[in-house]
T-cell receptor, first 116, second 110 residues
Framework: EPEVTQTPSHQVTQMGQEVILHCVPI?????FYWYRQILGQKVEFLVSFYNNEISEKSEIFDDQFSVERPDGSNFTLKIRSTKLEDSAMYFCASKEAGSSNTGELFFGEGSRLTVL | QKEVEQNSGPLSVPEGAIASLNCTYSDRGSQSFFWYRQYSGKSPELIMS????GDKEDGRFTAQLNKASQYVSLLIRDSQPSDSATYLC??????????FGRGTSLIVHP
C-alpha cells in the first residue's frame, strides 16, 4: 500500500542550528502538508503546498520555517535556527489529486525533532 | 479561531462494549469531518470521514454528524483491546485543511 515516508525518524540538534526534514509523499498526490505535535498536545497545522507554492500557512509557520519541493518526489521542511520550543513530532501528509474538496490526509510516520 | 473540542478522557470500556467518542466544533461553515486514530508515538491514521448529516457505518465504526448542533461522534462497537488509542476528531471548512482536536484517549480492558 502506498505510504508517505519521512526521514529522519529522529533528529537531535543544538539550539540555533538548521534542520531539514524530508518527506516523500504518495506518488499520485498533489497536495502536501506539514503538521507538528508537541508532546502531549494536539496536532497543529503548519503549512500546505500545492502546485509548487504555499497555499496556506498558520501563525506557527513564521520566517524561520520554509518548505521546498526540490524535485518530483521530495517535500522538505526547513527550520533555519531551531529553538527549544521547536521540539516536536513533525508529520508530513499528502492528499490525492481528486480530493481537492475533502480533507482526507494520509500521514507519514513522523520525524521527531529534539532541540537541546 | 476555529476550535475542535474533545474530552481528553481516558474513556475506559470493557472488551466487547460500545465506545462512544464525542467532538464539537466552533466553525459553522465546516464541511468535512474526520476521525483519526493515533497510537502512542505513532502518526494519525484515518478511520472515517463524514460530510453530511446522519450516520455513516464502516465495519465496527459508525460516525454521526449533526451540523445544527455542531457535533460529531464516533461509535466503536465490540471494542477490542487493540482499539486502545487516542482518537482525534478533525474538521475542515473552505480551505479543506483539517483542524484537529486534542483527542480522546480510549482504553479497552479485557
Amino acid at each position: 500500500e502506498p505510504e508517505v515516508t519521512q526521514t529522519p525518524s529522529h533528529q537531535v540538534t543544538q539550539m540555533g542550528q538548521e534542520v531539514i526534514l524530508h518527506c516523500v509523499p504518495i506518488s499520485n498526490h498533489l497536495y502536501f502538508y506539514w503538521y507538528r505535535q508537541i508532546l502531549g498536545q494536539k496536532v497543529e497545522f503548519l503549512v500546505s503546498f500545492y502546485n509548487n507554492e504555499i497555499s496556506e500557512k498558520s501563525e506557527i509557520f513564521d520566517d524561520q520555517f520554509s518548505v521546498e519541493r526540490p524535485d518530483g518526489s521530495n517535500f522538505t521542511l526547513k527550520i533555519r535556527s531551531t529553538k527549544l520550543e521547536d521540539s516536536a513530532m513533525y508529520f508530513c501528509a499528502s492528499k490525492e489529486a481528486g480530493s481537492s474538496n475533502t480533507g482526507e490526509l494520509f500521514f507519514g510516520e513522523g520525524s521527531r525533532l529534539t532541540v537541546l | 479561531q476555529k476550535e475542535v473540542e474533545q474530552n481528553s478522557g481516558p474513556l475506559s470500556v470493557p472488551e466487547g462494549a460500545i465506545a462512544s467518542l464525542n467532538c464539537t466544533y466552533s466553525d459553522r461553515g465546516s464541511q468535512s469531518f474526520f476521525w483519526y486514530r493515533q497510537y502512542s508515538g505513532k502518526s494519525p491514521e484515518l478511520i472515517m470521514s463524514i460530510y453530511s448529516n446522519g450516520d455513516k457505518e464502516d465495519g465496527r465504526f459508525t460516525a454521526q454528524l449533526n451540523k445544527a448542533s455542531q457535533y460529531v461522534s464516533l461509535l466503536i462497537r465490540d471494542s477490542q483491546p487493540s482499539d486502545s488509542a487516542t482518537y482525534l476528531c478533525a474538521v475542515s471548512g473552505g480551505s479543506y485543511i483539517p483542524t484537529f482536536g486534542r483527542g480522546t484517549s480510549l482504553i479497552v480492558h479485557p
